[in-house]
């Protein structure tokens, strides 16, 4: 059972999707609140957001101009809530959207882009697909967001030049167990993995992790695979 919650300033679709909704078995409506004017309703809108780590639901559906509203006057306690529920999904619907700000808003957790002319049925559908983990955009905004990705990824070319600078000579300085690790970060395991690989704590891993990055001077776990692997390289 997909368990949604709903925020949007229009009452009429509110009641109208709810309708619709009450035909669905695997879709269960748990909380909705109608913000018009959030700056007035801030306080409801809170106690909505609080409720909603009560309930934990699956899917969050979020008018994006009540979003907008709400990142304008409370980001940081938002943020807070978005932390309180890790496993929860959001899906940002409104009547159009601009491709530099689905990139923020995907950086912010959000993992559907809905536009409501695309009608109920379309909508149900985008739930689903978000619930099992998959993000949702529809045609018109696919190829302008990937375009966008493209070109914040040229901006950061940089990186790869920096990238190319690694020294493998680093990793002399590295122990047994921190080199043990650096192969296992090659490998893309998580922590959590490789804790219970070298049946140590996933605390402990995290504090190999920056001492690696500490003594070898990189800063991210990119950096340490394609350092490794270079060394390995060498080795051979």
Request: glycine fraction near 2%; hydrophobic fraction near 45%.
């Amino acid at each position: 059972m997909i368990k949604l919650a709903i925020i949007t300033r229009d009452e009429n679709y509110l009641q109208q999707l709810t309708n619709r909704l009450q035909r669905e078995k695997d879709i269960s409506l748990v909380s909705t609140i109608v913000i018009k004017d959030l700056e007035s309703n801030e306080e409801q809108a809170l106690a909505f957001m609080k409720q909603m780590t009560e309930q934990r639901p699956d899917i969050f559906l979020l008018e994006q101009a009540v979003l907008r509203d709400m990142a304008a006057l409370a980001l940081e306690i938002i943020l807070d809530y978005r932390d309180k529920l890790p496993t929860m999904k959001t899906i940002i619907f409104g009547i159009r959207y601009n491709e530099e700000n689905v990139m923020a808003m995907m950086q912010g957790g959000a993992r559907g882009f809905f536009r409501t002319e695309l009608g109920e049925e379309k909508l149900i559908k985008c739930i689903r697909t978000v619930a099992q983990g998959e993000i949702w955009l529809d045609a018109q905004l696919i190829t302008p967001v990937f375009d966008q990705f493209i070109k914040e990824f040229m901006k950061k070319r940089d990186l790869l030049k920096s990238l190319a600078n690694l020294s493998s000579a680093k990793l002399d300085m590295l122990s047994h167990r921190e080199m043990e690790i650096m192969e296992l970060i090659s490998h893309s395991m998580t922590n959590e993995e490789i804790a219970d690989k070298l049946f140590i704590s996933s605390k402990t891993v995290k504090t190999h992790l920056r001492n690696i990055f500490a003594k070898a001077e990189i800063r991210n776990r990119v950096e340490a695979a394609l350092l490794y692997a270079r060394h390995t390289l060498i080795l051979h």
